[in-house]
């Protein structure tokens, strides 16, 4: 070919490249005004939010989408994994991030959250005849746990921060796998995670195990970087959600139950 037909060859090849774009790890939506705000996730915490196929779906980016709606903002939802999101969030180069993110004092220091928007608790998945039945009972076992998690954290007080029968894994999803090769005796993760775990692998004999004494609640939040403006739009928009049965409905449709949106709304952020 003449150099000219090349040239406008490779012209249309990157214009077609452009219109279609990707969707594998990254979800849009409209909102008023130029501004689009970019929020991350780890979509590993079904039903929260994990992916399918190219998709992020889940309770959290459902909820996201109508906040997101009743504050009238625009917003990209992007898969970065969940170190990236924690570090990308710290440093501002992302708005927010959603990921079944439990508020502490400890991650106070470092972001701020939006409003309480989910209760949770975490929960120790065995498998069928083990003699385990509370947190206690994992102090001399081997344990799986997400890094930087609160399961983490719990269980770095139970059985020692250095405790090297604490084993520390980027995801859920391999804490589990641990547990099922039998590396481990327990992994311990959020409620909802644990509990959509054993509902999808049933042949495999997993039981989740509730210890509220050990495990108290804890509340989800939105991360934001420290002195977000963001914060101020997203707290009316998600009382508002809460409020006015959306929240309610998104609940309904992955979890088959009601919210307690009393204890939501009081909980202290």
């Known amino acids: 070919m003449k150099k000219g037909m090349i040239f406008f060859f490779c012209l249309m090849i990157a214009a077609a490249l452009t219109a279609c774009g990707t969707k594998s790890d990254k979800e849009t939506s409209a909102g008023a005004g130029d501004h689009v705000y970019k929020i991350a996730t780890d979509a590993t915490y079904a039903p929260m939010e994990s992916m399918d196929k190219s998709k992020i779906v889940g309770f959290d980016v459902d909820f996201l989408a109508a906040v997101m709606k009743e504050a009238n903002l625009k917003y990209t939802l992007s898969n970065i994994g969940w170190d990236g999101m924690l570090q990308s969030v710290k440093a501002g180069s992302y ?9 502490t004092d400890e991650r106070k220091q470092t972001y701020d959250f939006s409003m309480p928007y989910f209760e949770s608790t975490n929960m ?5 005849g083990s003699p385990i039945q509370n947190a206690l009972d994992l102090k001399d076992k081997k344990v799986a746990v997400q890094g930087q998690t609160t399961a983490d954290t719990l269980m770095s007080d139970i059985m020692g921060a250095t405790n090297t029968n604490l084993k520390k ?17 327990a992994a311990v993760a959020d409620i ?29 939040g939105i991360l934001l970087p420290k002195n977000s403006e963001l914060k101020a739009k997203l707290d009316p928009a998600i009382k508002n959600v809460i409020s006015n049965g959306k929240y309610a409905e998104i609940y309904k449709k992955w979890f088959g139950e009601e919210p307690n949106t009393d204890t939501l709304l009081s909980a202290k952020p």
């Open 95 to 103: 708005d927010a991030g959603i990921s079944s993110v439990s508020i």
């Open 124 to 128: 120790i998945l065995v498998t069928d």
């Open 169 to 185: 894994f980027e995801s859920n999803v391999l804490a589990f796998m641990e547990l099922e090769n039998h590396g481990v005796d």
């Open 192 to 220: 909802a995670i644990v509990r959509e775990y054993v509902k999808n692998n049933p042949k495999k004999k997993f039981i989740g195990i509730l210890d509220k004494e050990n495990f108290p609640s804890e509340y989800y």
